[in-house]
């Protein structure tokens, strides 16, 4: 049977930071291809600081908001992906998800949207799926336990990305299970069927920052294409991003606490990292310091929700943002959080079988994160209307657009931003 | 950021590090020296600061040196210094300042004072300095120990100091390249060496202890810190030996802190006393120390041995470096050996060989020294001056041209060697080829005539490794086709994550012996343990946590493996303390708790063994995790049906080594044969209350 | 933060060790979580410690305390009027209160300071040579106060949030404040803090993740009266071997995520290195001036 339609999103007992709001945004901009909303109104109520900080603009328009959605027609949406100057139809990078955490179909789907929209798509730690290899626009990932990496699968992607860590679980490794390493997986990660496959908390020749430089520059003598290093938002990740620019690194991408995953010690994902709006700009803040800035790209990760929360990001330092949760509601998520134990209802998530009952329709998925990624772009554009600016370049670092709500003293200095 | 005390910011770095200690009798060392081997390193530093420290014996006069901005703030260093220790006098700049960097600036103190109050007069006049910005700072204080450091690579510091026409030679030297992380400024008071009294220390690393490290240290009464770990084991260097009153030994184990269990570990008394003195997290140091009679090399090093360090000796020098190629660039023939995770190194001018750093002493002598080189083969090139593009894109057009062997001589450090070249290619390296040596091999047949450094054939699918020397560590990580053998000992976390897919199936096999987390994560392939050379001894070949998280694959170690040397133990205490508890409740009979206590290996197979399911069960809970996964433990003789793959590899190492001999007595001897044991986990994760995931 | 927030440790976060530093796995690599109590008379498996014993039944104390024996685990007797015939047995894991049954015969012997002004303060001494005198205090702000205990001859303090006092302040402020306030020079030229051991409790504390940050602001040992309650679900009356197995598994539990969130931060012995080393914390969205009490820094300051 194909999955080809969105299921119905169950009640919650808890509050959620994707709560049914956020759902449905994302929905109607997979369906239609169109912006909704000029600012998003998913984020009243929320405690989470970056729906606590408005845009300037916002505010002064008072109620009259959302009124017109005619957006721009063109859009200078390029990042500087140094090392081969990396063109990007929209600041938005598809975000790791690994083939094996997904279920194949979704993997397919989101390089294949990368492809169509001009964006990237970050395939996670897994080895490169067979119909993820014929798509350009990926970046593979070199992560702690190397799965199905060799010469020739590195050099299939536009750019490497060295994981050392994610938002959801800073200084954790990974486990997945040898029940679940079925054949395809085995082939894939080129690791034996039925053998538990272990991701090492760190990489262990990467114990320093030399040695960080000695893997990226052992990557692009490998490789030739640009080398990007995701790490999570972590007390020091200033001192972290600007080790990771000197070292040679084309750019960073920075998860942020709470960013999404099917399986992390709760103790861990609740205790231990910062959110993505104090990381950004105190990594800005520390590489313009340095002088280092310049040419290199800084990518957010953790809870990006929607363009608003896209263009606050670019105005608080970064050049571009990544998208994981909203791409996978966009295929059909209704965040039910089963991921791990393998019987998702959207078939995002579930276990990877020979010949499975229930698939996704890749058509369909395709044409959902496509549409998503579209409507995306045009609120931001929106935005960017609004804001007054025509390019999403020169809203990099803009803080001055954006207003301190009622946050504390310490996190609006950590911005950088005035009340 | 502004408005914080300075001396909370944490300034990050990592670096190359490098150190001679003359021995009795031998001529003392000129700078050239410590330039030369710290230089070959450049690219493990930046521009961003570097630095020499100089250790003399015999009668010296003091020298105060300060760092500061104007030739007035330096004379106003000199009388708030006088205020506090009686007359100063400043002797002059060591360097003109151009104005935008600092100069340094000497003071001679006309009267002596104690070491304490000495110590406590400085650290007021720095911190009167520091506030609200660091104005100047007085950076070495010592009789014996003297410091230049500044901003540049070494070379530029070098010149800065004119030390090759101003400084005499010396009984010790340490030099440093820093790579930091932030660089705050252009003050080089974050250079390395850091000294207090008479330490000079240089450092690589990143201690996750440094705030209680830096609490310590201001319980004790100091009160003025730049905000860098290595200032801060200078620190605690100085306080522990001239303060408490340590022992040179007893100071280094407070500072390393062995695993419990090790021989070294402190007592819960020292520990008491000292907690907050122990350095965790990542660091190799090379100290210079001298009490006015003898000069003392000091080399620490983590637990887990995150940071590489070699040291070595020759007939006149002992030696400390980051890398092989900076031993081998002033003493070709030095013998070089590796410190154990959570070692320390101690030489002297007078006694010589203090601790070897490893525990034990016969096995540090069994390291190469040098190797034979045969005559150059093939296509031969001289690496002397290459850097690792310019050779690999050689290599690659020799491959393409259909070229079979090249030779490369003169290799010192270069990195990378091979990466990138995927056509069959039979490459051999004369000297010592840098790290990551073979990174992801398909196709290409290196032999070293040499030793090799760190991650060597990572994410190697096919094609082989031969080394003719030691290797050092993360040797053959992700190891997944191809052969890498070694014939003599290999560092740290050998062959981890190796593993097997379809056809492919890897071998490793180590002639000598090797340290800590053989095999970790290992989920395929076979790793042979030799220890050729060893047999008489019984010392075991290997470290500890032999396979720990280990999946599948196959480790065989000649002779036996104590098996609390074999994977991940609870503490033994915890484990004795269960029982012990078990004993008073009337659930154990005494004479089987005594027995389990007094048994050498206090493992699950153990309890295994002596206790019925219903205890095991119980005392098996500290043992057991979601992940735990018990091994199989086997003394096994390699007959040919079994290990026929195992024999054939074997022999072939033999052959390429000319130790065909050595490897048939091996052969009829007996191994451990070390594995998982398959069918389902233990079900103890159910059992457990708080939920947890990963 | 993911959940909302509803006292001060909510506001804090841990650090995850990466680059310049490794983690570590904790499941197959150490991280050591025992230390030691009581200059180094007393070796326990992890810093936390069980209590809230008061309201249970004789037998139901005696198991916890063999359970906790087995663990390795300290016990606090507060609240009991008699020391029971099992912690007599094995009293070295044990703190009883002064004036209780037996009370003479344990080794750590504690007594209430209702706050800076007791007599108790003057008049207290040891029954025994051997017995450590500690001292259960109301969380204070109070530098002197603590300085003081340390003069009077106590070698150990419990700050316990369940006492009253017209000057209390948060917990997380008392241990901050108490760890920093014995930060000087003592006896022997060692500081002060290393001869007299911290322990902190309060009814609160829900988890290990508290207890983690607690032992960041100073605390040596975190006594959980209630959280162990909760976790195996006690019941009076409830099957003793039952009541054990399940407080064994918890303490196991509270010891791997105790583990895994050192690991994470590149801390390979909690004792040693975490406990007041601030410096691995910060706040978010704190109150500033709450902060600089505490001596935290905030999420994004460098």
Redesign the interface.
Known sequence: MEISSYLRVPKRES?E?WNDNRIMHIRELATSAKPRYVWDPCKEGS?R?LDRVRFRAEVGEGNGWNSTLEPLEDLDASCDIAYGRIWMAAPLYLGDMSFGALSGVPNVALARAADETGTLCGIGEGGVHPDVARCRRIFVQWAS??FG???HA?RLGMGTVIK??QGA???????LP?AKVVSII?KTR???VG????S????????????????I??LK??TGNPVF?K??A???V???A???A?MGADGIIIDG??AGTG?????????????IE??V??VDR?LRR?GMREGFTVIAAGRVSSAEDTAKLIALGADCVSIATAALIAMGCIMVHKC?LGFCPAVLTNRIEEEPKKVLSLDVATRWVTNLIRGWTGELKLILERVGLNSVRELVGRRDLLTAGD?????R???GLER | MSGEPLEISHVKSGCGVFGVLRKRGAPPISPEVALAGIECVRYRGSRFGAGFGLVRTGPQSRRIKAFAASDEVAEELRRELQQRIGKVELIGSEYASDGKIYASYVFEPVDEQDHRSLRRSIGAVNRAFSRPTIRARIYSWGRYVEVFKGIGYPSDVYELYSLSDKVEAADLWISHTRQPTNSPGRLPIWSHPFASGEWAIVHNGDVSSFGANMEFLSSLGADSFVGTDSEVIALLLDYLTSEIGLKLEEACRALVNPFEGSEDTLTGQQLSALRGAQLDGPFSVVAGFSDGNEAFMVVLVDRFKFRPIVVGEDENYFYAASEEAQIRRVSPNARVWTIEPGGYMIASTDRGLIRPGRRARELFMRFSSSVRHPTPTGVVIDALGLNHSRINSLLRDLAVRGCEEVSLINVSGQRYIGVGVDRPLKVKIHGTPGNCLANFNDCVDFEVFGSVQDDVGDVMHGGSVVVHGDARDVLGQALQGGYVFVKGNAGNRCGIQMREYSHKRPYMVIGGTVDDYLGEYMAGGVIVVLGLGYEDSDLPLVGKYVGSGMVGGRILVRGEVPRDRIGYLPPREDVVQYLRGLKLDGELDDRTFRELISAQHLDYEILRERLAPDLLKRVGKLFEHKYFRRLRIEPVRLDAERFEDVCSVLREFGKRFSLEREVERALDGRFTLIEPLRGPTVDAVRRELPKEEG | MVETPRFIIDHIVSDGAQVTRPSIDPYREPVETHLYLFNGTLRLSMPVAIGGLRDLGKEEVSEVIRACYRMGVLVDLNGLTEVPEEALRRQSHAIAPIGAANSSMVNALQLTISGPDATELETMRPVHENQTLVARVPPLEDTSFYRDLFEAGFRGIIIDEDLDHHDAVELEVATSVCDRALKVPGPDGLPMRNLISLLVSSERLRSSSDAFKLIGLGAEVVVLPEAWKIAIDYRPQMERPLLSERLEYFLIGVQKELKLLAGAAGVSSLWTSLVGSRELFRSIELDNSLRVRLGVKSAGEW
């Open positions: 509050i930071f405690r600081l336990a190397r990496l060799d010469l590195l050392i860590g679980k800073p200084g954790i490794g990974g486990h040898g085995s080129r690791i034996p053998v538990d496959a272990i090492p908390a760190p990489h262990h020749d990467i114990y320093s920052i030399e040695d960080l430089e000695q893997r520059w052992a003598e490998a290093v790490v999570a972590t007390n020091y200033p001192y972290v600007a080790g990771v000197r606490q709470g399986a992390a010690p709760s103790v861990v994902r609740d205790n231990v990292g910062i959110p104090l990381a700009p105190s520390m340095e791990h946050i504390s003293e310490d996190s200095r950590a911005m």
